[in-house]
Structure formats: C-alpha cells, structure tokens
C-alpha cells in the first residue's frame, strides 16, 4: 500500500470525524471534537491494517485470513464507549442516545473510509448531518403536533391536597399537556408534585416558567429542559 493512499484515507476520516464532533461541540453534547476525530482517525487505521495484514503478511499454507476481521471488533469497542454517554436521569428521562449513536457512526465513517469507500462515506456523512439537524427543524415546522412539542419536567409543592386539581386545570389550560404525574406527601403536610409535561416548540423554558409562576396555592416551583 503506498503511504499517499494511507495519508489519504487518515486524512479523510479526520476530516470526517471533525465534522461530527463540531456539531456534537455546538450543541453542548459530551462527545467533542477530541473524541470524534480519535474514534474516526483509529477507526480507519485499524482497517487499513486489517486488510493490509490479511493480503501482505506470511500465512502458512490452507489458512486464510479475514481482511475484515480486526475491523468488526471496532464495532463491539465503540458499544462501550457509547454506553458511556447514555444518562438515566433521575426523572426517569434517557439522554445521550443521539451522542451514542453519532460515536457508532465516527467509527463506521472512519472505517469505510479505511476500506477504500471515499464516496459513500462523504455521502453518509452528508444525509448524517441532514439527519440530526435539517430534520428535526423540518418536522418542527411542518410535522404532525406531536413533533412540534417538546417535554420539560416541573416540580411544584403544593399547599392542600385540594388544590392539586385546581393546579392541574390551570396548567392544561396554558396548551400545556401532562404526561405523567408522581405525587408525594411531604413531613409538613404539603404536597409535592412531580410532572413531565409537553409544550409547544416555540416556548422558550424561561417563559413556560413565567406563565406557571401564576398559578396560585403553589409555594414553589423548579422547571427543567430535557
């Protein structure tokens, strides 16, 4: 293999694996530039010398080699690396999949281009990109309702067990849907109420927090993004 072919390919998957990891970087995710551009660049040279080893080094005689097969274990590498990012929260939410997944797809560009695929890895990095972010602000704008809202989750205390369906009525009649509830009586006879609602695209947290601020017999409120 001539060193131009292998600059080539490292350079490519480089190039590749920085245009993943600057669109994780913009949007605050915890995969970064550093991340991707190892996974992509290591990704690819594994493969070179996968096949490389398989067609060039002394074999004894009736045994043959996989020229990919130092290349499928980067796969199971990736999976731990990706579960490394995947967050439970403590309500109940799953985050990092998206950032799980974009790890798998640095590792399959870096080795597609490893394997000599240049075109269809400049493709899928392309429909990658439209993907995860010229999709979600198409289906924002044009999708059916339920892909224009969003879920956030609110934390209330409430004064009187009596006046948790009066909260729940002024809550919904802000279009705000709830999708679940969990409730639980607290030592000073208060009530606390945990929800996961769903709102609408376009409302910013802040100003969701301002119109919940209005409700009455609540004595404290926390509200959070996913």
């Known amino acids: 293999m001539e060193y131009g072919d292998a600059l080539l390919k490292l ?3 480089a190039v590749l694996g920085f245009i993943i990891g600057l669109e994780r970087e913009l949007r605050r995710k915890p995969l970064g530039l550093k991340t991707c551009l190892v996974i992509s660049i290591i990704s690819c040279l594994l493969t070179i010398v996968s096949i490389q080893a398989a067609y060039t080094l002394p074999k004894p005689d009736h045994i043959t080699m996989d020229p990919m097969r130092l290349t499928a274990q980067i796969i199971s590498g990736i999976g731990f690396l ?3 990012v995947i ?3 403590g309500n109940e939410s799953i985050a ?3 950032t799980a997944a974009m790890i798998w797809g640095a590792a399959g560009l870096g080795i597609a ?3 000599g695929f240049y075109m269809e890895s400049i493709l899928g990095m392309v429909f990658l990109i439209i993907s995860v972010e010229i999709i979600p602000l198409v289906t924002a704008l044009f999708g059916p309702k339920r892909l224009r809202r969003r879920d956030i989750g609110l934390k209330l205390v409430v004064n009187d067990i009596q006046n948790i369906p009066v909260v729940l009525t002024e809550i919904r009649a802000m279009d705000i849907q709830l999708n679940n509830m969990k409730l639980k009586m607290l030592d000073t006879g208060e ?5 996961r609602l769903s709102v609408n695209q376009k409302l910013r947290t802040a100003d969701v927090y ?3 601020q209005k409700i009455r017999n609540v004595r404290g409120m926390e509200i959070e993004s996913f």
């Open 11 to 13: 350079g490519l998957s």
């Open 82 to 84: 990706g579960g490394g």
């Open 87 to 89: 967050l439970r929260r």
């Open 96 to 98: 990092g999949l998206t």
């Open 113 to 115: 281009v490893g394997a």
């Open 191 to 195: 009530h606390f109420v945990q929800m």
């Open 210 to 212: 301002y119109e919940l």
